[in-house]
């Protein structure tokens, strides 16, 4: 695996790659690499000629220094375990690389940068915008692959595609979980043993409400409430919100309407780590 800390250096390599036709696969990280980024990665590698991965901790997306600041960094893990997934290229810049400059950042994402996630994290979706911006004008990939497990991200990374035009195809995966259905995700391992229990009310809560969609509940509100009251009761669980939402335009959905696709979306805190989880539900036909 080659690795790269520049730009310059970066697009000379890609540069040679793309002019002997070969196709280019990105995935972006922020490192403390976990089955999730792996298995993204190996469905990367699948329909790409040069699989390019970055890790870059970017501050721009972090509404909470602390939160930048635990963010888990094991650099030397995560190279091991690029190297042993055959990744061909690894993007490793540092913050002034990629920022280098004072600027201003700020697109139009339709108010989906503000509901959701973006209510609890104000300025979080510009941050990512802003980075996957810069990562593609980098990298200039054929495709770029995201996980499920950031719906949100993956809508507001795709409304930024469409207002630049950029010529990158884009390509969700499912998330990766536990056996036991817990989400993977680099924060859980600042979750003790009982934290991860903990953190299991979240995908029961998104399950429950799934089969009861597909069992042909009336009343998605009704859905919601139980839901959030299952969570408010949940040992060491703090909710922060708990939806169901439309899959394309993540506005919340009341009533069974069969010309709409549905995701229900919870965000929580356990043990002090703040957790996200969703799942795309189908109604019955
Ligand atoms: O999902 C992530 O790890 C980050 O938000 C991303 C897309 C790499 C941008 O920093």
């Known amino acids: 695996m080659l690795v ?63 939160d930048l600041l635990k963010y888990p960094r094991p650099i030397e893990q995560d190279i091991s375990l690029l190297e042993k997934i055959d990744c061909d290229v690894l993007f490793l810049p540092n913050v002034e690389e990629m920022y280098s400059e004072p600027e201003q950042w700020h697109i139009d ?47 507001v990374i795709a409304k930024m595609v469409e207002l630049f035009n950029l010529p990158v195809e884009l390509k969700l995966c499912p998330t990766v979980r536990e056996p036991n ?29 799934s089969e009861k969609v597909r069992g042909g509940a009336e009343f998605y509100s009704k859905l919601k409430q139980e839901a959030i009251s299952f969570l408010e009761n949940a040992d060491g669980v703090e909710l922060e919100y708990f939806e169901i939402c439309d899959r394309e335009t993540l506005q919340p959905v009341d009533r069974p309407q069969n010309d709409i696709k549905l995701v229900a979306l919870v965000a929580a805190w356990v043990e002090g780590v703040r957790l996200i989880d969703n799942m795309f539900i189908d109604q019955p036909d």
């Open 4 to 66: 790269f800390n520049t730009k310059r250096d970066l697009k000379e390599h890609l540069d040679k790659l793309r002019s002997q036709g070969k196709r280019i696969g990105l995935v972006t990280t922020m490192g403390a690499l976990h089955e999730g980024h792996l298995s993204l990665m190996k469905f990367t590698k699948e329909d790409s000629d040069v699989l390019v991965c970055s890790i870059f901790v970017n501050p721009t997306q972090f509404n909470n220094d602390d």
């Open 109 to 155: 994402l339709d108010g989906m940068d503000t509901i959701l996630e973006g209510a609890f994290r104000p300025g979080h979706f510009q941050g990512v915008t802003q980075i996957v911006k810069k990562l593609f004008d980098a990298v200039e990939p054929h495709f770029a692959s995201f996980g499920q497990k950031d719906y949100q991200q993956y809508v």
């Open 181 to 209: 259905g817990l989400a993977m995700s680099s924060r859980n391992v600042r979750l003790t043993d009982n934290g991860k229990k903990q953190a299991l009310a979240l995908s029961a809560a998104l399950r429950s409400v």
